[in-house]
């Protein structure tokens, strides 16, 4: 088994997504490695908002979930004795996540397959969470872990 020293985790809050961090996080106990999680506010100001003033409420709405969601993770990270390193980031949710594993210099990236996919190139989530796997896997700068 490869080693990791650096694992991110991409979360959106679903049952998938709590699946897939526990194991991420079994494994950095295992190996001693951070552990970075990431959520993606993935909305268009142009297909949403009518006005800066809205777009800035939408948005302030969305930050405040996102860290609540990423906040869940705390105190599993804090029972297996890890530390959590926790960022959103606004974008292309693939593209974001791939971005953000370069930037920490990941070893693995950890993802929850959530529904039915049948074949890669489906769609992970559901809604604005929905990312391309196939995208997701050709642009991460390593490993990925897709995890149902």
């Known amino acids: 088994m490869a080693t990791f020293k650096k694992i991110l985790i991409s979360y959106n809050g679903s049952q998938p997504c709590r699946r897939a961090a526990e194991k991420a996080m079994e494994i950095a106990a295992d190996q001693g490695a951070e552990v970075f999680a990431l959520k993606v506010i993935a909305f268009s100001y142009e297909t949403i908002a009518p006005s800066d003033r809205l777009w800035e409420t939408i948005m302030d709405d969305l930050r405040g979930k ?13 029972e297996k004795g890890l530390n959590l390193t926790t960022e959103i980031r606004e974008g292309v949710a693939e593209e974001e996540i791939a971005g953000y594993a370069c930037e920490i210099g990941a070893d693995l990236i950890v993802a929850a397959v959530g529904g039915r996919v049948s074949r890669m190139g489906r769609f992970l989530g559901k809604g604005q969470q929905r990312m391309s796997i196939r995208t997701l896997v050709s642009e991460a700068p390593c490993p ?3 995890l149902h």
């Open 66 to 78: 996102a860290t609540a969601i990423l906040d869940e993770l705390k105190p599993m990270a804090e």
């Open 144 to 146: 990925v872990m897709l």
